[in-house]
């Protein structure tokens, strides 16, 4: 197919380049590049049509050409790397509490694991934010720098405002970018992932039970609803969810599970939820 040709084909196994293009709207969000060997020269004075996003290989070894969406109050950008030229719209987040890495090697094995799957580049267009907290995750701590907690700080009905979720929705600046960043991608489907205490299992918002069932079905996690866990105002959740009806998945691997093993467990039903693959 000669897209298939254009993108360097499913077959490419990860290591041949795959180049994208963003829709003119994201091309404009993306804000320079970050992360050893992998930068674009794609940035806000880029031609709007810029070809971005994919992959590149540095000395034969696979990797994904990362760019800045937005800043953290540390200075540390917040990377989104994006891979496939499908109809359906997926956008992935690494994670949003800085103690809970546990799903770090998912993210980092995500696209290869999509490239080698077949057809799966002609299927979605996947968007993956590294990390919604850089700086929460240098420190090891759920917040960000200046103790906000990045995952109450969305303009839902049930936000509260106090010094721990942020004065007001979306003051803090990791907030802001990945809200810019959904309202303009409008995906088909967001992926969060969480760590949680004790526990392992998959919650949903807006209408995405069949596909939180589709999950625990290939996983083993069974669906937990929002309702059977403690209150979450102004979640990032809440507002994907409640407030635009868009479909978000949480995803809590137990905390402390080795992060390859949380990947071998999930992927997956990982792949099967991206690619709303009903087999
Ligand atoms: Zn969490």
Do not use: K
């Not at 590149?56 to 937005?70: F, K």
């Not at 359906?88 to 993210?107: F, M, P």
């Not at 103790?147 to 979720?165: I, K, W």
């Not at 691997?253 to 992927?267: I, N, S, V």
């Amino acid at each position: 197919m000669a897209s298939d040709r254009q993108h360097g084909g499913d077959s490419g196994v990860g290591y041949r380049p795959v180049m994208v293009r963003l829709p003119r709207v994201l091309t404009a969000l993306l804000v320079g590049c970050a992360g050893p060997g992998a930068c674009t020269t794609a940035g806000r004075n880029a031609p709007a049509d810029d070809a971005i996003g994919g992959t590149v290989t540095v000395d034969g070894v696979w990797l994904p050409r990362w760019q800045a969406i937005g800043t953290s109050h540390g200075g540390r950008p917040l990377r989104a790397t994006r891979l496939g030229h499908g109809p359906r719209r997926v956008l992935w987040i690494g994670g949003i509490h800085g103690d809970e890495r546990e799903g770090a090697v998912a993210t980092a094995q995500l696209p290869h694991r999509l490239l080698t799957e077949p057809g799966a580049l002609a299927r979605v267009t996947l968007t993956i934010v590294e990390d919604a907290n850089p700086d929460g995750t240098a420190q090891g701590t759920r917040g960000n720098a200046r103790g906000v907690d990045l995952n109450r700080n969305y303009p839902a009905p049930s936000f509260q405002p106090n010094r721990f979720f942020g004065m007001a929705p979306l003051d803090q600046p990791e907030a802001r970018a990945l809200h810019d960043l959904i309202v303009a991608e409008r995906p088909h489907l967001v992926v969060v992932l969480h760590a949680w205490r004790g526990d392992h299992f998959v919650n949903y918002d807006g209408p995405a039970a069949a596909l939180a069932q589709r999950f625990a079905v290939r996983s083993g996690y069974r669906v937990q609803p929002s309702d059977g866990i403690a209150p979450t105002p102004g979640s990032l959740g809440s507002w994907v969810g409640g407030t635009l009806g868009i479909p978000i998945l949480t995803i809590e691997y137990e905390r402390g599970t080795e992060p390859w093993t949380a990947w071998f467990d999930t992927r997956a039903a990982i792949l099967a939820v991206v690619l709303d693959d009903e087999r």
